[in-house]
């Protein structure tokens, strides 16, 4: 059996990939804003007596977290308190004069505003990533072209504090609650990490678990705006249904955006040959993304560096939302397999 098996069903794919490509899964498949399937796979780690996977299992979401971030930013647009294409002086101030002064919300959250893309944790040790992030040097004129960056979100979290006036994990509570959210927090408690999936064996910090795998972000007190949240499967399904629902026109459990902010954030705002950009959403762009070839044009997602991943597709009001652990066996790609298993749920439920 491989990925690429037509016949193969969802259910299938995930369980074969179980314990090769992860140890811990869970899938969740809505349709029309209600769950048609859920199952959680695996073990938590590769040793004995590994606690097993349950629905409820909250994964680390890596840049999952990038999609609670902007829905955070657009419902302070929603409420009046920013523009999209204002400019962010008056948060600041700092940018006053330099290149990033033209840099807008909008222009973040479509990774046009020409950030770097990162930074190797090394070079940051000891540094203020924050302030690293909102200082460095941009790489492109705000508004040239597409280049993904971590350090962009990590400035839209900074914005959303100092807005605010508050914490970005206290932000972060309120939108999520909004969302009608469980499990989906900053930084679990100390006696959580056990109930978690291990990520990968770090030489830095040895097996990772119960802290946020992105480095940038762990630097961070495991706060970011890139990364950092850990949740559950429904959660992550929770962050696309006001933009779904507002696509196909039916009421959503979460009145968190006005219907037309929502679809103009998953419309596209920047063009890219591998992955158009909505505000905070990719966009289907290729046959090749991980969301498969069944999926229409106008589908919208994200993906995760941990093997986190969620794509909805608003011609047949379907999500499909797939958490694992991959890094635990190495730094691999999980796009076949994150293809083949939306693919499969159009087969199956569309």
């Not at 769950?35 to 590994?50: K, W």
Request: aromatic share 8%.
């Amino acid at each position: 059996m491989t990925v690429a098996d037509r016949d193969v069903t969802l259910d299938a794919l995930v369980r074969g990939a179980t314990g090769v490509r992860f140890t811990a899964a869970v899938l969740r498949v809505e349709r029309r804003g209600s769950v048609v399937f859920e199952r959680a796979y695996g073990g938590l780690d590769d040793g004995p007596g590994a606690r097993a996977t349950e629905v409820t299992t909250r994964f680390d979401l890596a840049s999952l977290t990038k999609l609670f971030i902007a829905t955070a930013v657009l419902y302070v647009v929603a409420q009046g308190g920013a523009a999209l294409d204002e400019t962010l002086l008056g948060v600041f101030p700092q940018w006053r004069g330099s290149a990033h002064a033209p840099v807008s919300l909008r222009a973040l959250l479509a990774h046009t505003a020409g950030f770097q893309s990162g930074a190797d944790y090394r070079t940051l040790l000891g540094e203020d990533v924050e302030r690293f992030a909102l200082t460095r040097e941009l790489v492109a004129a705000p508004g040239e072209r597409v280049i993904y960056s971590d350090l962009g979100f990590i400035t839209l979290g900074a914005w959303l504090a100092r807005a605010a006036g508050r914490s970005l994990p206290a932000v972060m509570a309120d939108v999520t609650a909004r969302l009608s959210c469980e499990a989906t927090a900053y930084r679990p408690r100390n006696d959580e990490p056990e109930s978690i999936p291990a990520t990968e064996l770090d030489a830095w910090r040895g097996r990772v678990r119960g802290a946020v795998h992105d480095e940038k972000a762990y630097l961070m007190n495991g706060v970011a705006g890139h990364a950092g949240l850990f949740g559950t499967a429904r959660d992550v399904a929770a962050v696309a249904e006001p933009y779904l629902a507002a696509a196909c026109g039916r009421a959503s459990r979460a009145a968190l955006l006005p219907a037309a902010l929502a679809c103009e954030a998953i419309a596209e705002a920047a063009s890219d040959p591998v992955l158009r950009r909505g505000l905070g959403w990719a966009l289907k762009t290729t046959q090749e993304n991980s969301c498969g070839t069944l999926m229409d044009r106008a589908t919208f997602g994200h993906t995760g560096f941990t093997g986190t991943a969620l794509w909805a597709d608003p011609t047949r009001d379907l999500s499909v939302t797939l958490l694992t652990n991959a890094v635990y066996f190495g730094r691999n790609d999980l796009r076949d397999l994150r293809a083949a298993v939306c693919d499969a749920a159009v087969r199956e439920f569309a």
